[in-house]
């Protein structure tokens, strides 16, 4: 916040529970410099005008995803958005949509982490290996193949920007699909059997309409459209398969 | 007040905690085990990791070696029985992570690889990429779900420790959604809440790095040990504090002052090599680093930048596909938050706040003075730290010791007897009211940012880089006083439902104790060692004085008592300190001997 001049309107979504019946906006004037990000505008509010405005953040780099908030219509992470791209206009910070609002920019990510719980993000091994055995192997070629799904940093921007959950949250989602994938799709993993369920389901890969703004609005390049995509491909295969292999029939 | 019965409970879902978590459930699955985060686990600051984590693996590497890098590192104050202990385990903690999907950069073989770091005698730093810190969190997080046994409790912020008969059983959290008060009662109690940078203004940590839990024990009796040790890495963005990875050194990168000089080899770490080299100029320890860039700064041979001084950081001669490879996350920091193309243009960095050395006081098995209480990761000091911390300990420390305390506490819960429920609630409730009284405050005077910005300035000046007697006696009289004006801190919002004000108040009472420990372990230690730097009379190392650890008390109605503990030594009797060609010649003695 050094050298700062000029000064910008924030308009900020209001809701608390104990207090409305409906979210109001409020507006507040706040220097900043070249640097300054939507962030730390939030944060001057809440150090020197509001103390009572609420929202979420933490590291500040772009790497925890705690700070997602639409700015401007747009699912951005605030850190790494700044304010001076919207000068000489004014701004405006609500929660992510598709999500209920606890209180302010403060959203409630239940429903994403039980999803997340739900597909097991972790190796499934037939037999576990032990440790005294060391590491597995795995080219650089077949780290490829999951590294960028493995990139996801669970910031919710997708799920915002995705017209399918906001038209119904039983849809897994852009994010959960790219880890569901990265995991499928790890050398080490034997549970593809496990996960592939989740995928053919109503709510899985074929509800998806293939707008493709989730990979747009996503600050790490995951690209969970085309991890949706892939599977689309892995859940026809499977499909067919199960009238070839026995091991397909049972899953 | 809402009661949750468990066995265990574990404040703090960051590496440290998850580990914990993960190994308490293996010991026993039929353990209860409460996981309690003020943030969602994923959200911990382990997250901001960048470099990598170490762990002994290329032949040319040793134990051995390791654990005489972490002690000379330390400036001799580690425990040299946990240093033994720690370097024997870091590798299958690796490994295990490696089984449990952790995406470890690889070598065209397929193996795993490893990179230089600073003060390392070999490339011994496991990497994924420059997002190691992002990788293993996920990866801890993601397991942690296998497990029935781990109850989370995100975002529940914890306000103290409940301590009955001597023992601790258990905590008490406000549920950060609703304001609502719950104790949870565990047979034992491990904390696991990270270090406590944000005591600075300058610093690299998420604002979560409050020491809450160092707080926590503190005022419950449990000493803050080597509190003065405060890290800083030499290389962050000036303002914002951002981390860039001691990994870009690692690759290959080179520090310049302003006019375009490799400066360290002013330093007693020449000679000036274009390669990478073991313990020589930018992979030098951190310590070194920070205080060579005061001197340049005190002489004006530093770059003027709109937020402060710097000097350049270039990584432009490793090229473009080099930097997408091993530093893609370095890359993209750059360009969004400097405008900054790293392969066309040096990058400034400075000095920031990164690590607390000091931590709550543990023995090399986690446990605490108080029983039922274990501690890990950054929070805590089982005494692998020293006086100056080497880059990939940390993340290496939290599996080794969370593992160790979660099998620990976990063994105590097993044994431990629980108080009569009537008495540990009546703790509780004294808990609740307490920070109650600071939401029915109607006196207020003070914003929170402004104790907590003066808070960070006085640390700044007065703990900072290089210390003297005056100042760190100003910045212990300051924090007294911000101390006293915190009794009548003023909030806007006295309302309950995700009330982040009234827990950044908590926090701040937390790390106005922190501070206070630090400023007055360090007034007190008439000495220079690692990362504590005297410019006074005390510019020498004293081992006859002070090869001790030093113990800080809580007073409530005062600064701390201070006392001073004996270091472990068992087989690396204290000597100098030797980076650059000095070290190169004691790395072949070693290499020669072994051979």
Known sequence: MSDARQEIEIEVLRYHPEQDKNPRYQTYRVPFAHDTSVLQGLQYIKDHLDGSLTFRWSCRMAICGSCGKMVNGEPKLSCHTFLRDYYPGKLRVEPLWHFPIIRDLAVDQTDFLEKLENIKPYIIRDEKKPVSEGVYRQSPKELARYQQFSQCINCLLCYAACPQYGLDSDFQGPGIMALLHRYNSDSRDQGKDQRMPIVHAEDGVWSCTLVGYCSEVCPKHVDPAAAVNRNKVNSTMDYFLRFLSPRGANS | ?595
């Open chain 2, 1 to 595: 007040m809402h009661v949750v019965d468990t066995d265990l409970a574990i404040i703090g879902g960051g590496g440290a905690g998850l580990r914990a978590a993960i190994a308490a459930a293996e010991a026993d699955p039929g353990l209860h085990i409460a996981l309690v985060s003020k943030v969602v686990p994923m959200r911990s600051h382990t997250v901001a990791a960048e470099g990598g984590s170490a762990g002994v693996i290329t032949d040319k590497d040793t134990l051995d070696l390791h654990f005489k890098d972490t002690v000379s590192g330390g400036d001799w104050l580690c425990d040299q029985d946990a240093v033994d202990y720690f370097v024997a385990h870091c590798t299958e903690e690796m490994v295990q992570l490696e089984h449990w999907g952790c995406p470890w950069s690889r070598k065209p073989d397929g193996d795993t690889n490893v990179r230089n770091f600073g003060g390392m005698s070999t490339a011994r730093t496991w990497f994924a990429a420059d997002k190691t810190g992002f990788h293993i969190l996920h990866t801890l997080f993601q397991t942690s779900l296998k497990y029935p046994s781990i109850r989370r409790f995100d975002e529940y912020f914890a306000v103290d420790l409940v301590v009955e008969d001597g023992s601790c059983q258990g905590l008490v959290a406000i549920e950060i959604a609703t304001g609502e008060f719950v104790q949870i009662r565990a047979k034992a109690v491990v904390i696991a809440t990270g270090g406590a940078g944000r005591v600075y203004r300058q610093n690299t940590n998420a604002g979560t790095v409050t020491g809450d839990g160092m707080g926590m024990a503190y005022r419950h009796g449990v000493p803050l040990r080597d509190m003065e040790f405060v890290q800083y890495h030499p290389t962050a963005l000036p303002g914002s504090g951002i981390l860039i990875t001691e990994g870009c050194r690692g690759e290959g990168g080179y520090l310049v002052n302003k006019d375009g000089y490799r400066y360290l080899q002013d330093y007693n770490l020449g000679p000036v090599v274009s390669e990478p080299t073991p313990k020589t100029m930018e992979l030098g320890p951190r310590d070194r680093l920070s205080q060579a860039f005061w001197y340049e700064e005190q002489a004006g041979r530093t770059v003027d930048t709109p937020l402060g001084h710097a000097v350049h950081l270039e990584l432009m001669h490793l090229g473009r596909a080099k930097l997408h490879e091993r530093l893609p996350m370095i890359y993209e920091l750059a360009q969004t938050f400097l405008g900054v193309d790293p392969a066309e243009q040096p990058i400034p960095v400075c000095p920031a706040v990164h690590y607390t050395m000091g931590g709550i006081g543990a023995d090399a098995r986690t446990a605490t003075a108080l029983p039922g209480l274990y501690a890990c990761g950054e929070c805590s000091s089982v005494g692998i730290h020293g006086a100056n911390r080497l880059g990939s300990n940390s993340l290496a420390e939290l599996c080794v010791f969370g593992r160790v305390a979660g099998e620990e506490a976990a063994r105590f819960a097993r044994e431990a007897k629980s108080s009569d429920s009537a008495a540990l609630t009546k703790v509780a409730d004294a808990i609740e009211r307490g920070a109650l009284g600071l939401l029915a405050r109607e006196d207020g005077v003070d914003r929170i940012a402004t104790l907590r910005d003066a808070m960070g300035d006085t640390m700044e000046e007065g703990v900072g880089i290089f210390r003297s007697a005056e100042g760190m006696q100003a910045s212990c009289e300051r924090i007294a006083e911000l101390k006293d004006r915190y009794r009548r801190v003023h909030l806007d919002d006295r309302t309950r439902s995700f009330n982040t004000e009234w827990l950044t108040a908590i926090e701040l009472g937390f790390q106005l104790d922190v501070a206070e420990a630090m400023a007055w372990s360090a007034l007190k230690r008439e000495e220079s060692r690692g990362a504590h730097k005297r410019l006074d009379q005390f510019d020498k190392r004293d081992d006859q004085r002070f090869l001790q650890h030093t113990l800080a008390f809580h007073r409530p109605d005062g600064p701390p008592r201070l006392d001073y503990q004996p270091v472990t030594i068992t087989r690396l009797p204290p000597a100098e300190r030797v980076y650059g060609g000095a070290a190169k010649k004691g790395v072949l003695e070693t290499q020669g001997a072994k051979a």
